[in-house]
């Protein structure tokens, strides 16, 4: 079983600490009466990673930030999810918001997640269950990983690395999207080709939209400003800003190469049924002075020389098939079609 | 009865006194000639806040000026309603104007209001009779409340936080305004959608521009910038920036939909539109060459073969038959209906 | 008579005089023999007002700038009415530029103006003979105005917000006139809204370019950099900013404003068209397959056997009908009309 | 002859030596074999102007470089005209590059220009064989000019402050093209005023895209950043600097007129084509009813009452009428032309 | 044989050692086992350039990475092709990564290159076989260079030198095309002209995305950041430094010459489609009223005097042309053809 996908109704607790030689994982339930003091009192050269998945009741997390120490402004907006991504510093913690974009079932996911970052611990608060962090799990499990010889800011990077690289996966999608949508375009364009164009845009808009508060928050981190903060993690740190940086340089591009296809998507659309209309209105306009003709000598007028002279039923064919293929000529010169 | 939207004619004070053990609650009415005096002689360790709402006369407003030693500049900017949100800093009070926004008998009312921050009061001027308020009032009326335990700059935090969800509430309406206009697009667009659209987009324009300088007004209050505003008010100020640069976030999210939903609905609307052109033209069209055979067998010439002919009729018949069964081949095979 | 209309052929020098307790107000005409060093003669505790409008000759101008010690490149440039708004300090006077719009006639006057601004004096060039300065003359000339008792810096923050309040005057004319075109856009479209609002925007285009540079004039002013203006009257002249950046705000809503005026008006414009080409093609698309039927029975051919019997005439038209409505309730059921 | 425009197949060195009490102007031809030495060795308290035009060998322009201790990369860029404006400080001389613009013979030209400013020399090189410095030579020859009072950077500015003028020259010329477009957009619009409109764009864009540049290069030149360049100077660069911004706002002007043009065009096009189109399927619309009936009286139907009815054709003619005239005043009651 | 494009399955290290007084050359294969310690082992006074092309296992990486003492990251960087151009300093080495942008058989190549700069080699990692340095390899060869008298900041200086000239190059072919796309617009316009505009519209973007974050980079370097570039080698970046911004000029020149080709090409393309809609409905709208006439004489009723009158059927032909003559002149007035 898959431990990211758990079910976590009554919020549960789960930690891991490690340190360079072992590690320790498991789980407490908010039901059973959660003793927060055993929470804070983490061992020596230990660090602690508490992850709290599915939301949790307000209560428990303002017992859980009462033990920490935790500003009661941030307790609110760990719960408040429409907080763009932000990083505040309490001195002794530091407070990080940031969205999570992944892909479950096929169906894109934005989840809010919100970071303490302490001197030997690192909780972290998802909205839903899922999450992205399956393989720090692994990392911290194995024994001789740099992840197990460092400590709490080190695994910070690792989750907001973990976080930044979702991104990288769901542009992918959307880069082979955008591949499909440009064949559709210039082959069948319909309005699902619309809809789809519509869609990648508006998913881009909001991968922009994230991505790019995280930028400040990781330029933060990576400029010795917080002493949280090892000098040789801030150099892991610029790390993610560079990929933040490739991440908003990419979505602009894949905007700008929508923006091509809109564009190209409307001009082939109206090129195409402008060509329709016009074959239909050179079809009209070659019978309909052949019509005129005819009806000509539909009238019933007593004198009509014409009319009673012998060839007279051929000579009008000649003059109409004269007269079509001179406009046919006509129109070709004028390359019309 | 509510007590935000009292007549106001003869221009009521609404005063409110509090400190953390009591508080007091009175109006005082204009034409009784009020003892400006009284108004600014405020009992040690109270915090008072005096409410104007409704505009009060040039004469009044000059007399509190002079009560509470305000700048002429001041009393001349409170009367201006065209005034963007601001900060001025008179070393012993703070000027601070604001837009508030919200909803009255499902109408947007967008109202101009100024504030006086002194050392131990605040001065509110409403330009109408309602306000986004009255939750203040029920936290200072309470006992245990935080408010009630802090000074007046607490107090002008709590009535900025409450203008800015003013916006968010209005945000939310328009919200879902704009969720209804992208199924109406989807569905039937009509000349009304069209005007649905407009006006969303004008009051995103009026929310973006009102909301904007508000962002520097409290970035400047959040800065340590006056000594009256207290370190520990600052966080709280820090939280309303962070609220208005969401809200700000959100107006531009809304503002890419929209455009998005224009683009999409000139082009649905051109789409169908184009699609019945082509139908109607493709119907005569596939008549135009018929009723020209027509037109030649309507011919009244004396020798014309095909007439006496025992079949002709039907071979006619067999032959329009043929013409517009191919043309309707033809013009499926191009995809054309 | 108004003193602002006055002819001045010969390049009339009005000058005010005046002090807390007094003042005095007369004009020279340049072709008198100007005698320059009176000019710059002003009694102590004085402050002189030097008002030169519609132009005077270069000769007169280079007299004028010996006198008060001018730098000849600031001669050369008062001359020139293609400078933008500006301000130079050369340490014993400031030498400003802008544009004064206001409307005389009903028509728009862009004006350009120089102001030499010293200790004790205040010399305006005019282009043109109107100006927006007769109320501040009136309070020049009343006892007890605030004008009387401040000094030139004073006169020049007057007239600088007269000239900024000119603005404001204009902008207000200009949204009526925003009023006027969204009606006529919603009801009666023609090309005359077409150009009322290339009108509308082309004025806006100028008054936000106009207005733009006079913005840094005012921020430089108000900010403590020269001791030819007193920290009491910066105070006033941070009001003449912010009503400029007012007026900024304002010319970028209105110019928003207009943009979705035109996009609608483009709109309304094409889908009354579309409405009205759709009505007429599905008259013709009606009648067409109705022609063709009766062009049918009017082929002479001897074998026809409907034309022989009794009831075809009939037969025929209840075909006819029964196509016709099948028609109409199909082009119905499809929301075609 | 006019100086400027001599033949310089050789490489001609026009040479101007000045100082207030004297000058002397004279022309060394490269094949002569120049003798650089004599070049650097200029006269005390004298001015010299070396103008190189149409280009000259490179080998020339070494042995110049080595004469004048010019840095290699230096001469290397004299000789690449895809250079932009800049400035470079070279302690003892500045490297100066622009684009000069002028009309010769109705054509526009745009031409490389490069100077070294020493501390009593300019050197100039010209890309093509005019200039725009013909004012500037007269003012050298006068005695009582300003220019033969000052130093060489003084020259420069002259030089600078004649190649920004030129630029106004042509603005004037796009300026008068851009009023002609105006009347044409509202009279007769055809496809050249589209090729006129976007000259003029493009003429624009490289004006801007040349001129830009060069604020950054006065903007350093005036902020007392080279002793090379006199304090007095400075004045008089900052008053080119002033120019430029004007000719960028001119630019910028200009630019959204146009971009007005070219939407008022595209829209007037459009407008006259719709309402050719409108009259025309109008016409076609009255005549199918009527062709209709008629073609119903064509039928050769043996039993048709009206036939034989004594007033059946005058009916018809009444019914037709009848039908034409409701039609018409439906048509104009809907206001559709 | 060309030595760029050189088969290097096995990673090849090819590798130039130069002094003022000599050079060598020699390659060593990765399968050989390479001594890496041989490899970091440079004699006195000598620039080593190594360079690897087409890239190379990643254990042959980390030996290089430790021998040299290159940080993890940067070795993990240098597999990592989706790197923007970026600059690190780590004290004893620079590392700098850049995109390549050449030509190879008509097919544009965007190759990824990273280098480590060292005090006295360069590393560079190409991604393919073939690169833009054939010239520098001819100038170390040569005794008399520039190159072989400097060090190496002067080979870095020179590999960056000719990728930017690499740019120059891809922007001249890409202006030839905007050349040949103009012609077709103005002539023959097509869906093919439509995508060329897409193609070099796409092209200048990655182009425009690419060169974009190399300036900082060489701002960085051309600004005494660094020990490890000699001023006199500043001086040759900021030469680079000023192509860079020559490039982002060209390609947002030509951005703006493509936008407007795009506008002109949609405006030709429906202009001359609306030219031939008109042109035909005018023919039909011509032929109407004349076959309602031919109807009209077509119908069979007994009583019709004109169908008796002997000059009935003349007089019809001369009413026909009389109302085509009419209209010809209607619409050639109102300047419709």
Redesign the interface.
């Known amino acids: 079983m898959e431990s990211t996908v758990k079910a976590v109704n009554g919020c549960i607790f789960e930690i891991m600490d490690y340190r360079s030689d072992g590690f320790s994982e498991y789980w407490i339930e908010d039901k059973d009466g959660v003793d927060f003091e055993v929470l804070k009192n983490i061992p020596e050269s230990t660090t602690r990673w508490i992850n709290i998945d599915g939301g949790c009741p307000q209560s428990t997390l303002e017992c859980l930030s009462k033990t920490f120490r935790i500003?009661p402004?941030v307790t609110e907006?760990i719960a408040n999810n429409?907080?763009?991504a932000?990083i505040e510093d309490y001195d002794d913690y530091l407070y990080i918001v940031s969205k999570m974009i992944y892909y479950m079932e096929d169906e894109l996911i934005i989840e809010h997640i919100s970071f303490i970052l302490g001197w030997n611990y690192v909780i972290s608060f998802g909205e839903l269950k899922g999450d992205v962090f399956t393989s720090i799990r692994d990392r911290i499990r194995n024994q001789n990983t740099l992840i197990r010889k460092s400590g709490a800011d080190y695994l910070m990077y690792s989750l907001l690395d973990a976080i930044v690289d979702g991104y990288f996966e769901v542009l992918e999608v959307l880069g082979e999207r955008i591949d499909k949508v440009e064949e559709d375009v210039l082959q069948v364009s319909s309005?699902e080709t619309?809809h789809e164009i519509?869609e990648v845009?508006?998913s881009l808009?909001?991968i922009h939209?994230y991505i790019w508060p995280l930028r400040e928050v990781t330029s933060w981190m990576g400029k010795d400003s917080t002493e949280l903060i090892r000098p040789a993690t801030e150099?892991?740190i610029r790390?993610v800003y560079?990929h933040i940086?490739?991440i908003i340089?990419t979505t602009e591009?894949y905007r700008?190469?929508l923006a091509?296809l809109?564009?190209?998507n409307?001009?082939?659309?109206s090129?195409r049924?402008?060509e329709?209309?016009?074959v239909?209105?050179?079809?009209?306009?070659l019978?309909?002075?052949?019509?005129?003709i005819?009806?000509?000598?539909?009238?019933?007028?007593?004198?009509?020389p014409?009319?009673?002279w012998?060839?007279?039923?051929y000579a009008?064919w000649v003059i109409m098939v004269v007269i079509a293929v001179s406009m046919i000529i006509f129109f070709k010169k004028?390359k019309?079609f």
């Open positions: 500003h402004l907006d429409v907080q763009r932000k309005t619309l519509r845009k508006n808009m909001y939209k150099l892991y790390d560079d940086i490739q340089d591009t700008e190469l091509g809109i564009d190209l409307l001009s082939s659309v090129f049924l402008n329709v209309m016009k239909l209105t050179i079809i009209s306009t019978f309909i002075p052949l019509t005129f005819a009806g000509v000598y539909g009238m019933n007028f007593r004198y009509m014409e009319i009673d012998k060839y007279g039923y009008t004028k019309w």
